[in-house]
């Protein structure tokens, strides 16, 4: 090789590796710059204001060649992090006084990503740019014109009589939620202008529909504090911050001491936006009642609670929603970021966070977490906080015992389990004998029965003897019974009882390790009760059902794994005896009832093992919760915990066929998604067209089953709630007893938790069932569910 040959290589590598070099360094610094400015505003030495100062003056440096990562960073900023709003508009404001071509750039960054939200339907990250917005026009970045023609902007949506009004609700909040920020500039600068704002705000708040408030509620009691929907709180609560003439004690302003610098900087205006209009196919939040357990009395002496109206009450419970949104998954980390709130010597953290915790747990239709990620929370705070928190804890115990007369049965449901776990992780202690009045109670009163299910409950999570023991004697008539199963061929004379030889013959079959085969051998022995005479042949034969469920679920007595091993093994039997006859799978039901009425939780497994092994179906399992052998156990929390599990299992039947063909129509376009790019998926074959009709039949067919199964639940609750009405009309009684009162909420409760998936079909239900003619009582919780989307 020659020697020009061979130094022409040697640079050419060593401007290889610069390049790497510099491409290194590049990273490093961008990554430094993104700790520096994620981290400004947590514990430091240094003041605040030193530190924005001189994370200014390294930004300011590195703009030139870091520009578009330090904008990227400064808008995520703003919208990830809206606790530390008032930081980072300081920030923004003095890179503008230094840089005025920045200043504008992120505006327009912020403006697009405002749209960008609005059309993806991502309303929480609209309402922080807009607050960002607002902030910025404190730091002298964004002219006060600009932003008031902004939120005219966002009003206007008040005026669209075409689109819902949760859509315009939306919109409204978004622009009352920015007020504490901007409020107090725009009385000073903009005044008539700001008045006008909260005119046009005023007039749209009182015309619009309250129809959905009463589903929402957690009590029907507004007794002791009213409970008040979220708009129209934070209506009044706005009121109150402008009758306090704007001024707030709780948002950080470190802009205020940059006030010389700021206001030499020349201002952006935002650029104009038009609103995405509206379409079907938008989500929009559900609208919720504020929760409210505690008030100034029931905290003691010390730092003292904001009133519901006061502008901190918002912005504190706010800012501790947001901690418990960013640490749900971590749950010792979301309960040492609660404790650690800013100002927590000013106000009594304890009961707040107790507040918002609950109100989290009890939020309608659903709260946003599962149910047991506040348990934990709530014992992880207990244990950070062992002087104080396990007291107040108490405290909202007894005030929701108190109340739980009229607490709304979904809540009532949520209480009942997240108490039950959490005295279980105390050793079941509770002050009973508070309580001990309950005793003398109609076990169908709210007090009683919620003693009663959180016994039930405590049960799955411990064993009935320790139960037994921890309560007074006086609660013994709350004490579940002992969870056995009850065998009818091993009862005092049971010889005498249809088929009981062929029960013992059939046992010895099966602990011999028999067959299906031998199974079904003994079964055919014996005489169909339903046949008449020789010519008609029965669909199905009751007394083979009746032994067979009767000596499997005994035989597999000792646990849920036994059950549903014997279960799985025969399963061809149940084939052979039950098929698809309706009547046949309810007198399966009503069997397993049978033998283990004693034990819910077990009647719950089953139920659901029945499912999931294709032995009953989901329209059965409802006509068999609704039937009248079932009338005993109707109110009991355990039925209707087998009713939502089976609607669950049906509506996971039908998302995961929708979901299959939704990825069979893609692959057939050659759409193929980003991360379905491996092997395996290139390998395989495109569907045809006749494969994705079937697959589309099926699905058809399944929404089909869906639909008819919340048919048959709705129309049964219609029939039961008619019929108690008329017998109480004309029997000239009071038709609002605590069975009316349990079976009307579980109708909401059916409206409420599987909301998206009845909604699909509410043309249907309003034409067939809940008609005008319907007793308005019922009607009503049809009418609260449809206006949750109006």
């Given at each position: 090789?020659?020697?020009?040959?061979?130094?022409?290589?040697?640079?050419?590598?060593d401007?290889?590796?610069?390049?790497?070099?510099?491409?290194?360094?590049?990273?490093?610094?961008?990554?430094?710059?993104?700790?520096?400015?994620?981290?400004v505003?947590?514990?430091?030495?240094?003041?605040?204001?030193?530190?924005?100062?001189?994370?200014?003056?390294?930004?300011?440096?590195?703009?030139?060649?870091?520009?578009?990562?330090?904008?990227?960073?400064?808008?995520?900023?703003?919208?990830k992090?809206?606790?530390?709003?008032?930081?980072?508009?300081?920030?923004?404001?003095?890179?503008?006084?230094?840089?005025?071509?920045?200043g504008?750039?992120?505006?327009?960054?912020?403006?697009?990503?405002?749209?960008e939200?609005?059309?993806a339907?991502?309303?929480?990250?609209?309402?922080?740019?807009?607050?960002?917005?607002?902030?910025?026009?404190?730091?002298?970045v964004?002219?006060?014109?600009?932003?008031?023609?902004?939120?005219?902007?966002?009003?206007?949506?008040?005026?669209?009589?075409?689109s819902?009004?949760?859509?315009?609700?939306?919109?409204?909040?978004?622009?009352l939620?920015?007020?504490p920020?901007?409020?107090?500039e725009l009385?000073?600068?903009?005044?008539?202008?700001?008045?006008?704002?909260?005119k046009?705000i005023?007039?749209?708040?009182r015309?619009?529909?309250?129809?959905?408030?009463?589903?929402l509620?957690v009590?029907?009691?507004?007794?002791?504090?009213?409970?008040?929907?979220?708009?129209?709180?934070?209506?009044?609560?706005?009121?109150?911050?402008?009758?306090?003439?704007?001024?707030?004690?709780h948002?950080?302003?470190?802009?205020?001491?940059?006030?010389?610098?700021?206001?030499?900087?020349l201002?952006?205006?935002?650029?104009?936006?038009?609103?995405?209009?509206?379409?079907?196919?938008?989500?929009?939040?559900?609208?919720?009642?504020?929760f409210?357990?505690?008030?100034?009395?029931?905290?003691?002496?010390?730092?003292?609670?904001?009133?519901a109206h006061?502008?901190?009450?918002?912005?504190?419970?706010?800012?501790?929603?947001n901690?418990?949104?960013?640490?749900h998954?971590?749950?010792?980390?979301?309960?040492?970021?609660?404790?650690?709130?800013?100002?927590?010597?000013?106000?009594?953290?304890e009961?707040?966070?107790?507040?918002?915790?609950?109100?989290?747990?009890?939020?309608?239709?659903?709260?946003?977490?599962?149910?047991?990620?506040?348990?934990?929370?709530?014992?992880?705070?207990?244990?950070?906080q062992?002087?104080?928190?396990?007291?107040?804890?108490?405290?909202?115990?007894?005030l929701?015992?108190?109340?739980?007369?009229?607490?709304?049965?979904?809540?009532?449901d949520?209480?009942?389990?997240?108490?039950s776990?959490?005295?279980?992780?105390?050793?079941?202690?509770?002050?009973?004998?508070d309580?001990?009045?309950?005793?003398?109670?109609?076990?169908?009163?709210?007090?009683?029965?919620?003693?009663i299910?959180?016994?039930?409950?405590?049960?799955?999570?411990?064993?009935?003897?320790?139960?037994?023991?921890v309560?007074?004697?006086?609660?013994?008539?709350?004490?579940?019974?002992?969870p056995?199963?009850?065998?009818?061929?091993?009862?005092?004379?049971?010889?005498d009882?249809?088929?009981?030889?062929?029960?013992?013959?059939?046992?010895?079959?099966?602990r011999?390790?028999?067959?299906?085969?031998?199974?079904?051998?003994?079964?055919?022995?014996?005489?169909n009760?339903?046949?008449?005479?020789?010519?008609?042949?029965?669909?199905?034969?009751?007394?083979?059902?009746?032994?067979f469920?009767q000596?499997?679920?005994?035989?597999?007595?000792?646990?849920?794994?036994?059950?549903?091993?014997?279960?799985?093994?025969?399963?061809?039997?149940?084939?052979?005896?039950v098929?698809?006859?309706e009547?046949?799978?309810?007198?399966?039901?009503k069997?397993?009832?049978?033998?283990?009425?004693?034990?819910?939780?077990?009647?719950?497994?089953?139920?659901?093992?029945?499912?999931?092994?294709?032995?009953?179906?989901?329209?059965?399992?409802?006509?068999?919760?609704?039937?009248?052998?079932?009338?005993?156990?109707?109110?009991?929390?355990?039925?209707?915990?087998?009713?939502?599990?089976?609607?669950?299992?049906?509506?996971?039947?039908?998302?995961?066929?929708?979901?299959?063909?939704?990825?069979?129509?893609?692959?057939?376009?050659?759409?193929?998604?980003?991360?379905?790019?491996?092997?395996?998926?290139?390998?395989?074959?495109?569907?045809?067209e006749?494969?994705?009709?079937?697959?589309e039949?099926?699905?058809?067919?399944?929404?089909?089953d869906?639909?008819n199964?919340?048919?048959?639940?709705?129309?049964?609750?219609?029939?039961?709630?008619?019929?108690?009405?008329?017998?109480?009309d004309?029997?000239?009684?009071?038709?609002?007893?605590?069975?009316?009162?349990?079976?009307?909420?579980?109708?909401?409760?059916?409206?409420?938790?599987?909301?998206?998936?009845?909604?699909r079909?509410?043309?249907?239900l309003?034409t067939?069932?809940?008609?005008?003619?319907?007793?308005?009582?019922?009607?009503?919780?049809?009418?609260?569910?449809?206006?949750?989307?109006?």
């Amino acid at each position: 090789m020659s020697r020009r040959k061979f130094d022409e290589m040697s640079d050419y590598a060593d401007s290889g590796r610069d390049r790497k070099r510099r491409r290194a360094d590049a990273v490093e610094i961008e990554d430094r710059l993104e700790s520096l400015i994620l981290r400004v505003g947590e514990k430091s030495t240094s003041s605040l204001e030193s530190n924005l100062e001189g994370l200014a003056s390294v930004l300011e440096a590195d703009i030139n060649n870091y520009k578009s990562k330090i904008l990227k960073i400064l808008s995520d900023c703003a919208v990830k992090m809206p606790e530390k709003t008032t930081i980072y508009t300081t920030l923004v404001g003095l890179l503008n006084a230094k840089n005025y071509n920045f200043g504008g750039e992120f505006v327009d960054m912020m403006a697009r990503k405002l749209k960008e939200a609005l059309k993806a339907c991502m309303w929480k990250t609209a309402r922080y740019v807009l607050r960002f917005f607002a902030d910025l026009v404190n730091c002298h970045v964004i002219s006060t014109n600009s932003l008031l023609q902004l939120l005219h902007t966002f009003l206007d949506t008040a005026r669209d009589d075409n689109s819902p009004q949760v859509r315009s609700d939306t919109y409204v909040y978004a622009v009352l939620s920015c007020l504490p920020w901007v409020g107090r500039e725009l009385y000073e600068k903009k005044e008539q202008d700001l008045e006008r704002l909260l005119k046009h705000i005023e007039i749209y708040v009182r015309k619009r529909s309250r129809k959905h408030v009463p589903g929402l509620r957690v009590w029907r009691s507004d007794r002791p504090h009213p409970q008040e929907e979220y708009l129209d709180c934070l209506w009044a609560q706005i009121c109150k911050l402008r009758s306090d003439m704007w001024q707030e004690k709780h948002i950080a302003r470190p802009y205020v001491a940059f006030d010389s610098i700021l206001c030499e900087a020349l201002q952006h205006n935002i650029p104009p936006l038009t609103l995405p209009p509206h379409h079907t196919d938008n989500t929009y939040p559900f609208p919720w009642v504020v929760f409210r357990l505690f008030d100034y009395t029931d905290c003691p002496e010390g730092p003292v609670l904001p009133g519901a109206h006061s502008i901190e009450r918002y912005l504190i419970e706010e800012h501790l929603h947001n901690i418990v949104k960013d640490y749900h998954l971590e749950r010792k980390q979301c309960a040492a970021f609660l404790l650690d709130f800013p100002l927590k010597h000013k106000i009594p953290l304890e009961y707040m966070i107790v507040e918002v915790v609950l109100a989290e747990l009890f939020h309608l239709p659903g709260p946003r977490y599962i149910e047991i990620c506040y348990g934990s929370l709530l014992i992880e705070l207990c244990k950070l906080q062992p002087a104080t928190m396990p007291q107040v804890l108490a405290q909202a115990v007894e005030l929701l015992f108190d109340r739980i007369d009229t607490m709304n049965v979904c809540c009532f449901d949520r209480m009942v389990n997240w108490f039950s776990y959490h005295l279980s992780n105390f050793q079941f202690k509770w002050s009973w004998d508070d309580w001990l009045e309950a005793s003398q109670l109609d076990p169908a009163h709210p007090r009683a029965k919620f003693i009663i299910e959180v016994l039930q409950r405590s049960m799955r999570l411990s064993y009935h003897q320790r139960i037994a023991e921890v309560v007074p004697e006086q609660f013994d008539c709350f004490v579940p019974h002992k969870p056995v199963a009850i065998y009818k061929f091993a009862n005092d004379g049971a010889g005498d009882l249809p088929g009981s030889n062929a029960a013992h013959r059939l046992e010895s079959v099966i602990r011999a390790k028999g067959t299906s085969m031998e199974v079904v051998q003994v079964l055919s022995e014996l005489p169909n009760p339903l046949r008449e005479n020789d010519e008609t042949d029965p669909p199905y034969n009751p007394l083979q059902i009746q032994v067979f469920v009767q000596v499997l679920l005994h035989l597999g007595s000792k646990s849920f794994s036994h059950a549903f091993a014997g279960i799985s093994k025969f399963l061809k039997v149940f084939e052979a005896v039950v098929g698809g006859n309706e009547d046949a799978q309810m007198l399966v039901l009503k069997e397993m009832q049978d033998v283990w009425h004693h034990h819910q939780q077990m009647m719950v497994m089953l139920s659901d093992k029945f499912l999931r092994t294709q032995i009953v179906t989901c329209a059965t399992v409802a006509n068999w919760v609704f039937s009248k052998e079932m009338m005993p156990e109707f109110t009991k929390n355990y039925i209707w915990e087998i009713l939502h599990g089976t609607i669950r299992k049906m509506n996971k039947h039908v998302a995961r066929l929708q979901r299959e063909v939704n990825e069979a129509r893609e692959r057939r376009a050659g759409n193929e998604s980003e991360d379905s790019s491996s092997d395996e998926e290139e390998q395989r074959p495109r569907p045809s067209e006749e494969e994705i009709e079937r697959m589309e039949e099926k699905l058809e067919a399944a929404q089909a089953d869906q639909k008819n199964l919340f048919l048959i639940i709705f129309q049964r609750f219609i029939m039961i709630l008619s019929e108690h009405l008329v017998r109480c009309d004309t029997d000239g009684r009071d038709f609002n007893t605590h069975w009316y009162r349990w079976t009307i909420g579980r109708l909401h409760q059916i409206f409420m938790m599987h909301n998206s998936q009845v909604e699909r079909y509410s043309q249907t239900l309003s034409t067939l069932l809940f008609t005008q003619d319907l007793d308005p009582h019922i009607l009503d919780s049809f009418n609260q569910f449809v206006a949750l989307r109006a």
